[in-house]
Antibody, heavy 118, light 107 residues
Framework: EVQLVESGGGLVQPGGSLRLSCAAS????????MSWVRQAPGKGLEWVANIKQDGSEKYYVDSVKGRFTISRDNAKNSLYLQMNSLRAEDTAVYYC???????????WGQGTLVTVSS | EIVLTQSPGTLSLSPGERATLSCRAS???????LAWYQQKPGQAPRLLIYGASSRATGIPDRFSGSGSGTDFTLTISRLEPEDFAVYYC????????FGGGTKVEIK
């Protein structure tokens, strides 16, 4: 059974940093692109970042470029999102998602809440 | 930049009724890369439809997707109590993009 479990969310002040993790199981992690998607309170879904199987390609939504870094550790079956220079508008539930060979988000974790507030 | 507009914003229906949800793109979208997700409060999105019309594993056949170009539709033939939720369309591929969502609520 595919499982994705996010962790690392919490309350952080504007300008601060946070690192999210996503532990994957039930599939060959190193064979899949992975993605982060976020959802602000009461709002819709927004794709944040993608990373290729070997980490050699990474893509970001414009609003987080230069502030967020997606990475992975295939030996640990883990995906990460390093978030720096956080802003109030980054407040959201952050989901990790598995991306299949057509770039479809076929499995999602339950999410972790990030709150940026003073 | 492509924009996906979903309508209506809210659909008020009774169990057993038919639901028709629209997703309109500002530019043509390959139907191979159009998906629909269901999200219930406090839960992660769940994949329903991919490739505009293919049901994901385990999705009941009362859910169907159709469309091409700029106009796509998700139809729920007979609403079950568990179908009341928010539905999102998505263009996937190299530049993932979501629509704003349609809430299907109990009338």
């Amino acid at each position: 059974e595919v499982q994705l479990v996010e962790s690392g969310g919490g309350l952080v002040q504007p300008g601060g940093s946070l690192r999210l993790s996503c532990a994957a199981s039930g599939f060959t992690f190193s064979s899949y692109w992975m993605s982060w998607v976020r959802q602000a309170p009461g709002k819709g879904l927004e794709w944040v970042a993608n990373i290729k199987q070997d980490g050699s390609e990474k893509y970001y939504v414009d609003s987080v470029k230069g502030r967020f870094t997606i990475s992975r550790d295939n030996a640990k079956n883990s995906l990460y999102l390093q978030m720096n220079s956080l802003r109030a508008e980054d407040t959201a539930v952050y989901y990790c998602a598995r991306v299949d060979y057509t770039r479809l988000f076929d499995y999602w974790g339950q999410g972790t809440l990030v709150t940026v507030s003073s | 930049e492509i924009v996906l507009t979903q309508s209506p914003g809210t659909l008020s229906l009774s169990p057993g009724e038919r639901a028709t949800l629209s997703c309109r793109a500002s530019q043509s979208v390959s139907s191979s890369y159009l998906a629909w997700y269901q999200q219930k409060p406090g839960q992660a999105p769940r994949l329903l439809i991919y490739g505009a019309s293919s049901r994901a594993t385990g999705i009941p056949d009362r859910f169907s997707g159709s469309g091409s170009g700029t106009d796509f539709t998700l139809t729920i033939s007979r609403l079950e109590p568990e179908d009341f939720a928010v539905y999102y369309c998505q263009q996937y591929g190299s530049s993932p993009l979501f629509g704003g969502g349609t809430k299907v609520e109990i009338k």
